[in-house]
C-alpha cells in the first residue's frame, strides 16, 4: 500500500543507532533463535506434500480458507505496514487508519465477492496468465515483466530493512544481518513451496500480533491510558486534529474539507486501494491456494476482520511513541517548527525507540522476533509469487513450453533461488537511497492504478478488445508519470499523499477513455473465448461452489462480507 511521507528506508544515523541499541538478554536470544526453529521446521514438514508443480505454486489447491485468510494477512504485514503505519502515526495519528478502513477492507471485501470466482473459476495459476487468457500476449507480457522485476525489488527492501534494523537493534554487521534472513526464507520456500510460505505466515501472524499487543499495552499504560494518551496527543504538535480520521487535511495535502475528503476515498478508497489488493498477484496468490470457489471467495473476507483491528497494534504505538519517548516528541517538536528539519531521529523510528522504552526482556525477544516475522512474511510473499508468475507465466510461456511438469517444478526452485539473490544485491543498492520505499510505492501507484482500470472494465464489458488492453495500460501509466513529473517540477504541490491520489485518478480515468475509444475501432474476441473471463459470459455454476447452499451462515462469502461492512462502517464513524 502507498505510504505519506513516511521516508521507510531511511538510513539511521550514528547517534540514533547507538540510542537505539538494545540490552538483548540470553532469553531475548533464545525467543528468536526458538521462532527461527519453527520456521525452519514448517519447511522441512510442508516439503513431504510437493510432488508437482502445482503443489509448488499454489499449495495443491488445497488449504483450508482460515489458514488462507491469515496468510493473506501476514503476505501485507511486512516493512511498510509495520514501520511505515507506526511512523505515519506519530506524524499524522488517527488519520493513519484510513489506509486500513478506506484503503484496504472495501477492496478486500470486493475481491472476494466479485472477482475471486473469475480468477479460482478460470483455474489460472496466476493474475498475469488471467490477463493473459483475456487480453492476449501483450497486456500479459507487460504485466508479466513489471510484477516480477517489482517483487525482487520489493522483497530487496525488505531484506535491506531487516539488516538494517537487526544492525541497530543488536549490532550485527549489515550483510550478515541480510544473508541470514536471505538464506532462512530461501530455505523454507525452496523445500515446501508456497504451502511453508502460507503456514509460516500463519506462525507470523500470531507471532506479530504477541509482539505489537504487549507493546501497545504497556505504552498504553505508560501514558496514563487511553484518557492520558488523548490528553499528550492534543497537546502535541498537530494538536486534537490527530485524533479524528476526518476531514484527513494534513494526510491528503488538500487543505479544502472536500476535497481531501474526495481524495481519501475516490485516490486511496478506489483507485489505489482496489488496484492494489484485487490485481496484485502476491495477495491473490494466498486465495488460488484453497479447496473450492467458496474457500478461495472467503480468504480475503476473512483476512478483512483482522485487518480492520491491526491499525489498533501499528498505528497507536506510533502515537503512543511520539509523545512518550523524549526523542521522539523532540523530533516532532522540530519538525512542527521547521517542516524542512532533518535530525537522526526519523518518524520511522518510532516503533524501535518504544521498544526500547517500554519492553523489559523476554517481551523484548518477543518483540524482535515479531519484526523478523513481519519482515520475512513480506520478502517470504514476494518471492513466492515472483517464481510461480516466472515459471509459469515468462518461462512455460515464451522460453521453453510442454515440458514435463517436474521440469517446472525444477525450474520453480531455481528461480526462487535466482531471486533470493537478486534480492541480497537489490538489498545493497536499497542502502544507497534514503527514500527507496516512497520511490517504489510511487512506481506501484502507477501500474496499479491502470491495471485495476482494465481488468474491472475488461471483466465486465465483453466488448472490451486485446488491443485496447495493452493500450489502456500504457496511457494510463504514462499519464500517471506526467502527473508526478508536474508534481515533481513545482507545476502543482500537494503534500502528504495528495500528488498520488491525483496520478492514480488520472491514470484510471485515462485508462478508461483510452480502453472504451480503442474498443469501438479494434475487433473483440469471440464470445466463445470469454468464457469464465467476463461476468455476462461466464454461467453461475462456474461462479459459485454446488454446494453452496447448504454451507453453515459462517462460510457464507457474501454474508461475511456484509458482516465485515457494516463493522468498518462502524469504525469510521467511532474515529471520525
Known amino acids: ?81 509495520i514501520m511505515g503505519m507506526s511512523a505515519n502515526g506519530a506524524q499524522f495519528g488517527f488519520p493513519t487508519f484510513h489506509y486500513f478502513w478506506i484503503g484496504a477492507v472495501p477492496a478486500m471485501l470486493f475481491l472476494g465477492v466479485v472477482m475471486m470466482p473469475f480468477y479460482y473459476g478460470s483455474k489460472v495459476r496466476s493474475v498475469p496468465e488471467f490477463m493473459r487468457r483475456r487480453f492476449g500476449t501483450g497486456a500479459h507480457l507487460v504485466n508479466a515483466l513489471s510484477f516480477a522485476i517489482a517483487q525482487v525489488l520489493i522483497a530487496g ?10 544492525n541497530v537493534l543488536l549490532g550485527w554487521p549489515l550483510w550478515i544481518s541480510v544473508i541470514v534472513a536471505a538464506v532462512i526464507v530461501l530455505s523454507y520456500i525452496t523445500l515446501g513451496g508456497l504451502s511453508a510460505a502460507i503456514y509460516n505466515e500463519v506462525l507470523q501472524f500470531f507471532v506479530i500480533v504477541a509482539a505489537l499487543l504487549p507493546l501497545t499495552l504497556v505504552g498504553l499504560h505508560r501514558v496514563g491510558g487511553w484518557d492520558g494518551l488523548k490528553d499528550r ?19 491528503s495535502g488538500f487543505t479544502d474539507n472536500f476535497l481531501s475528503v474526495l481524495g481519501i476515498v475516490f485516490g486511496l478508497g478506489f483507485v489505489l486501494s482496489f488496484g492494489y489488493w484485487t490485481t496484485n498477484f502476491v495477495e491473490v496468490q494466498r486465495a488460488l491456494a484453497t479447496h473450492s470457489i467458496s ?27 511520539a509523545v512518550l519517548v523524549p526523542q521522539m516528541a523532540e523530533f516532532k517538536q522540530a519538525k512542527a517548527a521547521d517542516p524542512d528539519f532533518s535530525g537522526e531521529v526519523k518518524y520511522n523510528d518510532a516503533l524501535l525507540y518504544l521498544m526500547k522504552e517500554v519492553l523489559p526482556n523476554g517481551l523484548l525477544g518477543v518483540g524482535l522476533a515479531g519484526l523478523l516475522a513481519a519482515f520475512m512474511a513480506g520478502m517470504a510473499a514476494n ?29 520453480g526452485r531455481v528461480a526462487t533461488v535466482g531471486a533470493t539473490v537478486a534480492a541480497i544485491f537489490t538489498a545493497m543498492i536499497a542502502g ?46 504514462l499519464s500517471a508519470v506526467v502527473v508526478f513529473l508536474l508534481h515533481e517540477n513545482g507545476v502543482f504541490t500537494l503534500s502528504g499523499q495528495g500528488s498520488s491520489f491525483v496520478a492514480a485518478g488520472v491514470a484510471f480515468v485515462v485508462d478508461i477513455v483510452v480502453s472504451v475509444a480503442v474498443t469501438m475501432v479494434t475487433r473483440p474476441k ?21 454446494e453452496q447452499a447448504t454451507l453453515p451462515w459462517y462460510q457464507r462469502p457474501v454474508l461475511l462480507a456484509g458482516i465485515a461492512l457494516v463493522l468498518v462502517i462502524a469504525l469510521n464513524v467511532i474515529a471520525g
Open 1 to 81: 500500500m502507498p505510504l505519506a511521507d513516511s521516508p521507510v528506508a531511511s538510513t539511521v544515523g550514528p547517534l540514533a543507532a547507538d540510542q537505539l541499541r538494545l540490552d538483548a538478554a540470553p532469553v531475548d536470544y533464545a525467543l528468536v533463535a526458538l521462532y527461527f526453529v519453527f520456521v525452519i521446521g514448517i519447511g522441512l514438514l510442508a516439503r513431504s506434500r510437493v510432488s508437482n508443480s502445482i503443489d509448488f505454486f499454489l499449495s495443491g489447491r488445497s488449504l483450508p480458507a482460515w489458514v488462507t485468510g491469515l496468510a493473506f494477512i501476514s503476505a501485507n504485514l511486512g516493512a511498510v505496514e
Open 157 to 166: 527492501v525488505n531484506l535491506y530493512l531487516l539488516g538494517s534494523i537487526v
Open 233 to 251: 496527543v492534543s497537546a502535541s504538535p498537530g494538536g486534537a486534529a490527530q485524533l479524528s480520521s476526518w476531514p484527513g487535511n494534513e494526510l
Open 295 to 321: 474457500a478461495a471467495r472467503r480468504t480475503p473476507i476473512i483476512g478483512a476482520y483482522p485487518k480492520m483491528f491491526i491499525p489498533l497494534i501499528v498505528v497507536i504505538p506510533g502515537m503512543i511513541s
Open 383 to 411: 518471492i513466492s509469487a515472483f517464481n510461480t508468475v516466472f515459471s509459469f507465466d515468462l518461462w512455460q510461456q515464451y522460453v521453453i513450453k510442454d515440458r514435463p511438469d517436474h521440469y517446472y517444478l525444477t525450474v
Open 432 to 477: 544507497n537511497f534514503s527514500n527507496i520505499m516512497d520511490y517504489l510505492q510511487t512506481l506501484f501507484s502507477f501500474f496499479n492504478a491502470p491495471l485495476f482500470a482494465t481488468f474491472i472494465l475488461g471483466m465486465f464489458w465483453k466488448r472490451m478488445t486485446p488491443t485496447a488492453g495493452w493500450m489502456g495500460l500504457v496511457c494510463g501509466t
Open 526 to 546: 469471440p464470445a466463445a473465448e470469454l468464457v469464465g473471463l467476463v461476468y455476462s459470459e461466464t454461467p453461475e455454476s462456474m461462479r459459485t461452489d454446488p
